[in-house]
T-cell receptor, first 119, second 115 residues
Framework: GAVVSQHPSRVICKSGTSVKIECRSL??????MFWYRQFPKKSLMLMAT?????????EQGVEKDKFLINHASLTLSTLTVTSAHPEDSSFYIC???????????????FGDGTRLSIL | AQKITQTQPGMFVQEKEAVTLDCTYD???????LFWYKQPSSGEMIFLIY??????QNATEGRYSLNFQKARKSANLVISASQLGDSAMYFC????????????FGKGTMLLVSP
């Protein structure tokens, strides 16, 4: 089945550091990937839609300059949390779906997530 | 209004029993898809089952089945013969429109299976 790999699984770093998270679709091409943020015991909150070869589409309230998204190839999207602060600590998870328009029955396959802790 | 409503914050079930997790949705789009995901404490999101708005039959995948009642806009997940490993958070999600679009998630239901 479709596999999405996310790396790293856990990051602990000092305030002010920039952190890059990678999301790869291992056995399919994904023109679109999604980045979510999840607080403890809460649901997934969509942050942005990552589009291969073009700018990401950010949800309302998500800072574009804080959360930089790059989708340079059909199998890789990256999320960079710039100058991270303790309030950015959270669980970040990406997803990708096979197919494109007309394939709405394809599930989104998720990476295993990244637990980010900013000290 | 919330697009996906899961009214049960937590559910308890004994091993080997069946359990139903509720999900209601709100959309005016005639074409949509409903998904259930399982999230264990380790964090990964595991796809369980899908139901399309035009599907005539209820979806089934092993021990998982979806009780789809279109007129009531509900898509409840039924887990038969619960196992200890079923203990996890369960999310109902919806994708609207015939094309490729984002998922909207419910708040989730925590299921605990006891021996």
């Amino acid at each position: 089945g479709a596999v999405v790999s996310q790396h790293p699984s856990r990051v602990i770093c000092k305030s002010g550091t920039s952190v890059k998270i990678e999301c790869r679709s291992l056995d399919f091409q994904a023109t679109t990937m999604f980045w979510y943020r999840q607080f403890p015991k809460k649901s997934l909150m969509l942050m942005a839609t990552s589009n291969e070869g073009s700018k990401a589409t950010y949800e309302q309230g998500v800072e574009k300059d804080k959360f930089l998204i790059n989708h340079a190839s059909l199998t890789l999207s990256t999320l960079t949390v710039t100058s991270a602060h303790p309030e950015d600590s959270s669980f970040y998870i990406c997803s990708a779906s096979e197919g494109g328009v007309g394939t709405s029955n394809q599930p989104q396959h998720f990476g295993d997530g990244t637990r980010l802790s900013i000290l | 209004a919330q697009k996906i409503t899961q009214t049960q914050p937590g559910m308890f079930v004994q091993e080997k029993e069946a359990v139903t997790l509720d999900c209601t949705y709100d959309t005016s789009d005639p074409s949509y898809g409903l998904f259930w995901y399982k999230q264990p404490s380790s964090g990964e999101m595991i796809f369980l089952i899908y139901q399309g708005s035009y599907d005539q039959q209820n979806a089934t995948e092993g021990r998982y089945s979806l009780n789809f009642q279109k007129a009531r806009k509900s898509a409840n997940l039924v887990i038969s013969a619960s196992q200890l490993g079923d203990s996890a958070m369960y999310f109902c999600a919806m994708r609207e429109g015939p094309g490729y679009s984002t998922l909207t998630f419910g708040k989730g239901t925590m299921l605990l299976v006891s021996p």
